[in-house]
């Protein structure tokens, strides 16, 4: 099944900020993608236009009788927009990489926007499940039935020695790349993100920025994934990262904890100040944005807002990034892309709406005098 839009296909945002998982206040999302490549087929890189014609007319169909797929949007990527493609990446559901494809590349994705099969990416198929919170597990085997289905339906390139073939070497071996996003706030505040980020560097994994490789971490929001694709089973790197997420989880929470004993009124100053810019502000950037709803995000989690709910700054996180932005005024006569300043106010123009109502952070209860003579 096609759409005419992928706007009207996509989840409605106040529905999809209102996903849980397990550990969803540091844990944001799960993502398990495989790279796999079909013989006899010349890999996208290599592959002339209509050798990658050919490739997406030949992987689309498979893709789209997935049983995961039964409601889906199916598009060549010069079918879309360059707004579409903006939304789409915002929304994690294609990369960078992807967006700058054209006619011969292609995207399947579920209604439940819980798998999605870019075609002709780096590979003929970078495939990826999607879960709210902490479930690495789920994610792994929701793609992993997607991958059986496939494979009879598609001859891989494999060979006993190697495992999948892929465009890049590092993918060579199970082609698996398991990922978190993680929201780090109390570990920046600490000051001791970089000490993290050096310790799981060191297990051989990554620690990337929102949009993957070479992004920054907006939003105190890192990807942390495995690097090695060789040598071990996908359930065994599945296992492992799963248990240095649990520590990561861990050192989040013990660092919030410990800001809000040793230094409340510093947090509530920060949390405070955020929530005032964004409330107050008439035109204000995504980046400065973004870095100010991750600091709101941690007062819900430490219970600083007598009434603001974590749906309402899970759903600004996205629609306050350009492309959402855009395609609120998209379908208004006359209205073109819009300037980074016109973005910037009307940023700030939905900023103060939505947070009109929303009352200022306020300090915890102070504890219990007997517990301060302990």
Known sequence: MSQDSI????????????????NDKIVVSSRVRLARNVRGLAFPGWAKKPERVKALE??????ESLPQMKKHYAASMDQLSSLDKQILMERHLISREHAAKNAGSGLVVNKEESVCVMINEEDHMRMQALRPGFQIKEAWE????ADSFLETKLDYAFTPKLGYLTACPTNLGTGIRVSAMLHLPGLVLADQINQIIQAVSKLGLAVRGLHGEGTSADGNVFQV???????????????RLTKVLFQIIEHEENARTKLMEDKPKVVLNQIGRAYGVLANSHSISSKETMNLLSLMHLGVDLQLFPNLERPLVDELFIMTQPGHLQSLVTDKPSTEKLGAEERDVLRADMLRERLAKVSRPVAPPAPPADSKAD
């Open 142 to 145: 929701d793609i992993d039935r």
């Open 58 to 63: 030949t992987i689309q169909p498979a893709v």
């Open 225 to 239: 994934s495995n690097q090695m694709t060789l040598g071990q089973s996908e359930p065994e790197i599945v296992e």
């Open 7 to 22: 706007h009207q296909f996509l989840l409605p945002l106040t529905e999809a900020s209102k996903r849980k998982g397990p």
